[in-house]
């Protein structure tokens, strides 16, 4: 199946800093999301990115769908953007839906 | 607010248990999917089910099924339960799901802890 991987692994910041998350994927896709999971364990929708660049707030996105990868920018980053990271994708090809998620990015802002 | 709602918040319930979770899509959305989250295996597809047939299935264990009904709602049974399914379990609903990519829309999750 389709491999997705997240780097790095963990990222300490302090407010206000810039970040660049990574995904790669080993595939290609006809899905591609960016969520955050907070302290609390909600996921929260991002992006819904499978190619292009987007842009909510302070986040933005980009999808390289040729190159297989994806990146979440996060800017001026504040402490309730502390969490979990994750990229999800969905093999192209496939006619069903299921989302095949990384390990995930736990970044920790400081005050 | 995603708009899937999921049931119960939290669950605490002993080895070789039963429990049902249940789980109500977005108003409008056919699919819905279940997903769990452990420490050991991160986030994994378990199934998915489109306007009440099921679609796709992945690690899900055969002590655990799950249903959808004619009003799309869903429910996750796990039976003869072990310590090892103590886990989050996510709910995600979408418009379509079987051809295309859209986006899936998560739910708040359940906490399972089995003791």
């Known amino acids: 199946g389709i491999q997705v991987e997240q780097s790095p692994p963990d990222l300490i910041l302090q407010e206000g800093a810039n970040s660049t998350l990574r995904c790669n994927f080993s595939?290609?896709?006809?899905?591609l999301q960016w969520f955050h999971q907070n302290p609390w364990g909600q996921l929260i929708n991002l992006f819904y990115?499978?190619?292009g660049t987007k842009q909510n707030g302070r986040l933005s996105a980009t999808t390289v769908a040729t190159e297989r990868y994806s990146l979440l920018y996060i800017s001026s980053s504040q402490t309730t953007d502390s969490g979990v990271y994750f990229c999800?994708?969905?093999?192209?090809?496939?006619?069903?839906?299921?989302?095949?998620f990384g390990q995930g990015t736990i970044l920790t802002v400081h005050p | 607010d995603s708009g899937v709602t999921q049931t119960p918040k939290h669950l605490i319930t002993a080895t070789g248990q039963r429990v049902t979770l249940r789980c109500s899509p977005r108003?409008?959305?056919?699919?819905v999917y279940w997903y769990q989250q452990s420490l050991d295996q991160g986030l994994q597809f378990l199934i998915q089910?489109?306007?009440?047939?099921?679609?796709a299935k992945g690690n899900i264990l055969e002590r655990f099924s799950a249903q959808q009904f004619p009003d799309l709602h869903s429910e996750l049974n796990l039976s003869s339960l072990e310590l090892g399914d103590s886990a989050l379990y996510f709910c995600?609903?979408?418009?379509?799901?079987?051809?295309?990519?859209?986006?899936?829309?998560f739910g708040p999750g359940t906490r399972l802890l089995v003791l």
């Open positions: 089910y489109y306007n009440g047939e099921e679609r």
């Open positions: 999800a994708v969905r093999a192209g090809g496939t006619s069903y839906g299921k989302l095949t």
């Open positions: 990115i499978p190619s």
């Open positions: 995600a609903s979408s418009v379509g799901g079987v051809r295309g990519g859209e986006t899936q829309y």
């Open positions: 108003s409008g959305d056919l699919s």
């Open positions: 595939d290609s896709v006809n899905n």
